[in-house]
């Protein structure tokens, strides 16, 4: 997949730009707070029409302004608005507008490849299953709906909970557990679907204590459907009246990643934790140009900086094989990016403009 | 405040009307001949002075007991289960249907604050208590997840009552494509399916 043009505006401190990207893509050099990583984030806005660092919607609009726009042909020409006030966000593609968010995420895929990362490795169990659920939702409709159905009978289940009311809670047991177990089996489809090929990523960016990765749930098992979360529901009422929330489900999920049966989040060293974070970023490129029979677009957000020469060769060579198709590359110098991706045309970011 | 303005402002809480729609309608109103809106002017009131929730089923008429409940033709053996009064309509449109209603007054949703104690669940069970005539409860709610969960509870308040509780039927719309059915609908319909009659 390949962004032709890309039009921002008002978003962070990117007021006005209109870019012609080449097919390659670009190589973006320019300080520290001059807009690179928002310029990335705006090119990954359109992937899933919210933001990549978790900021909310009227955060991104620039100072001052009352909304945002962004719009990227990447066949379909997506674009998406957003107002302050009224709170509306309006998305086209190809001139028609979509009604429903759920139906335009997807249209354009990129894998986003940063230092923060790391944060996905060594951070808790719900940056986990964000990567799961986010490159599930870009490759599979129907993990979208699960996990919509199921976030909407939780918001139900947990009102009751707070009200105090037992028998009312336990009213949207079955449609929690069904759509619950449907979240939980597609995660676990995956994680055992692409196992062997994490191991075979760490392994070629030099990692030698065997890596595994393993969804691990609580209470669900592959076998189990729906009828193991409804009865672990049931058997954990008291508690999750007590706490006024549920506390039985995929939310309590983790994807166990190990070197060596060991697991790297406690036992893992920097550059092993960084190693496995890469991993499976050109894992999610894997998978979804997999399903979307398209490499997506590679952004790569000053990632070269902290390897060593041997493994930044080597991720080179990774990265020609799960993302071959457009890169948009930043960094604060020339001199941090490798010189196998010199052969892009070169710009400079100052103030949140693009000086060529 | 004008009189237009007040007009305006009254049309634009109707549901699904905003300002705009409402300020179409009073300037329609206007061009209208007077005893045209005066007649329309009437009949709300009407509707606001005689209409009544029946004490019984919940339907919505100018008598109480309404007329379906009043009815000696109606089965008593029935009862239909709906979540509003104008779901009344929709099922007695069929002409298919001879038995009683009962109007819930809505569907559980904790969100909204709206538990079992704000439906009429009390007076259904009270409806179906033994020694009653009614044998089948047909749960007719609406196939929303909502609507599924209130009749999940129904089912669950009427587990001793002694009577057969059934739920609609659930599928393809007849006359339907089955191409452009969504895929939750095609499951639910592959699920519910039935021995083909000879």
Redesign the interface.
Known sequence: MRLASLTVRNFRNLASLDLELPPDGVVIIGDNGHGKTNLLEAVYYLVLFRSLRGAMDRELVRFGEAGFFIAGDASPRVTVGYEIHGRRKKVTANGKEIKRLSDAVGLVVAVVLSPADRSIVDGGPAGRRRYLDVLLSLSDA?HL?ALT?WK??M??????L??G?A???Q??D??VAVAAAKVAARRHRWAVEWQSRFTELCTSMGERTAPGMVYSSRHWTPDGAAEGIQENLRLRIERDLRRGTTTVGPHRDDLLLTLGERDIRRFGSAGQQRTAAIALRLLEAQALSTSHDTAPIALFDDVFAELDQDRQERLLLLIKESLPGQAIITAPRDAEVPAALFERPRWRMVGGAIAR | MSAIDELCSELAKLPGIGRKTATRLTYFLLKQPPDEVVRLAAAIRSVSERIRPCSVCGNLGETDPCLICEDPRRDKELLCVVEEASDIGAIERTGEYRGLYHVLGGH????D?I??EDLRIEGLRARVANGCEVREVILATNPS??G???A??VR?VLENAGVQVTRIALGLPVGGDLEYAD??TIAQALAARREMPR
């Not at chain 1, 918001?155 to 009751?160: G, L, P, S, V, Y």
């Not at chain 2, 559980?108 to 969100?111: A, E, I, M, V, W």
Request: hydrophobic share 35%; aromatic share 6%.
């Open positions: 129907t709906a159905d909407a009978a918001k139900q289940r947990n009102a009751a707070k009200r009311n028998s009312e809670a009213a949207f079955r449609p | 559980l949703s904790p969100l604050g538990g079992p997840m909502e599924e969960v209130t999940t509870y669950g895929g939750v």
